[in-house]
C-alpha cells in the first residue's frame, strides 16, 4: 500500500557529513508526521528526529546541533542532514512514517529497509 525508499548512507570518515533521504510513495492520503530511527550492533532501535506536520521537530538528545531534518511537503519526502559525524553515529538508519492511506484509516508503523552509516577512520 505504502513503501518508503531510503537512500544516502555511506562510509564517512569523523567529522563528515552525509545526508539521507527517503520518499513515502502509494496510497497517500496525508502525512501527520516522518522520522528517523536508527540500530546499532547490540542495541535497541531508537529514534533520532521527527518533524510532524505544523513543522516541529524533535531530535535525540545525543544529536542535537549535529543533524537536521525536513521535510518536502509536495514530495513525500524526508531528509536528515548529518554534521560532524561520531564513530558512535555508527548504526542502520530506518526511515519511519506515521500516515493517513485514506480517511480514517491510519498506519502509524510504515518502514523503509534501511540504510548502513558507518563512521570510521
Known amino acids: 500500500q505504502v513503501q518508503l525508499v531510503e537512500s544516502g548512507g555511506g562510509l564517512v570518515q569523523p567529522g563528515g557529513s552525509l545526508r539521507l533521504s527517503c520518499t513515502a510513495s502509494?496510497?497517500?492520503?496525508?502525512?501527520?508526521?516522518m522520522g528517523w530511527y536508527r540500530q546499532a550492533p547490540g542495541k535497541q532501535r531508537e529514534l533520532v528526529a521527527a518533524i510532524i506536520g505544523d513543522g516541529r521537530t524533535n531530535y535525540a538528545d545525543s544529536v542535537k546541533g549535529r543533524f537536521t531534518i525536513s521535510r518536502d511537503y509536495a514530495k513525500n519526502t524526508v531528509r536528515l542532514q548529518m554534521n560532524s559525524l561520531k564513530p558512535e553515529d555508527t548504526a542502520v538508519y530506518y526511515c519511519n512514517a506515521d500516515l493517513y492511506s485514506t480517511p480514517g484509516v491510519r498506519n502509524r508503523d510504515v518502514w523503509g529497509q534501511g540504510t548502513q552509516v558507518t563512521v570510521s577512520s
Open positions: 502509494g496510497s497517500i492520503f496525508s502525512i501527520n508526521a
